[in-house]
């Protein structure tokens, strides 16, 4: 029997009262801490067996609206092993001198002065794991993807806090809607704000990458809205490479090779 009142319309029933699933609502990110390592580098020929960080900064940033800001900052310089002599072209390239390296820690050292810092913000704790809502920034997955590699080659364990990361070059192209992200400086002065300092010193393009998040996030908010950071974008398998790199498909295509051989015996 139908119920009065409501025509051709099917009445409700008690599942329409129910809770509905809904899509998971991500919480906004409070802090990104941005990254940009400089490393060694030749023009001419690649460095081997591998290149090595030479500079290790980081910018702190806190996200709150018309409060967010830059609020710590964190630099050092490392010394490299295995090319300990800088190449003239990494010296023209970055202004890292040789006098700057040679009485710097080393990355292992420095890595751990990093977390240090970042235990002294709150943002890890004990086992380098994250604490609160933030993520590693960096423009573009090179940086990352470069401290992997290294301290893989060197046997050292990554943190667990580089898990994942956020390549603000990617969410800058959705943001303001254009292909063309090449260039941090050309980024920065797009959006029409001066590119501070000299560029390919570390911790001069962390603080102009950290410009950009601000804009993002509320400096140009009355032009292209705000941008909610809420989640990473990039991440390291479980073997220590990037997700999607040549490293990671050759291992998942050779551990499928392996697994195949096993069954068939």
């Known amino acids: 029997m139908k119920r009065k009142g409501w025509g051709s319309l099917r009445p409700p029933t008690a599942a329409d009262f129910k809770n509905k699933k809904c899509k998971k609502v991500l919480p906004a ?79 292992p050292e420095a890595l751990d002065k990093y977390l240090l810092w970042l235990k002294k913000h709150n943002l890890i704790n004990e086992n380098n794991e994250r604490v609160g809502k933030w993520y590693i920034t960096t423009w573009s997955d090179a940086d990352v993807s470069q401290l992997a590699k290294e301290l893989m080659y060197k046997k050292y364990k990554i943190p667990k806090l580089f898990d994942r990361w956020i390549d603000l070059k990617v969410l800058f192209r959705r943001h303001y809607k254009t292909k ?66 040549r490293e990671s498909k050759k291992e998942y295509m050779q551990k499928g090779k392996t697994l195949r051989k096993s069954k068939n015996k």
């Open 180 to 245: 063309d992200a090449s260039g941090l400086q050309k980024c920065v002065e797009r959006l029409g704000m001066t590119f501070d300092g000299r560029a390919h010193d570390g911790l001069i393009d962390s603080r102009n990458t950290a410009k950009i998040v601000l804009h993002m996030h509320y400096l140009g908010a009355h032009t292209y809205g705000s941008f909610m950071f809420k989640t990473s974008t990039r991440g390291l398998d479980k073997n220590g490479f990037v997700y999607g790199s």
């Open 29 to 107: 990110l409070t802090h990104l801490v941005v990254l940009d390592f400089e490393w060694t580098a030749d023009k001419r020929k690649k460095m081997k067996p591998i290149s090595e960080i030479t500079q290790f900064p980081s910018v702190l940033v806190k996200l709150d609206g018309p409060n967010s800001r830059i609020i710590d900052e964190f630099n050092t310089y490392v010394r490299p092993v295995f090319n300990p002599t800088l190449t003239k072209f990494s010296i023209e390239l970055t202004d890292i001198t040789q006098e700057m390296v040679n009485g710097a820690p080393t990355l």
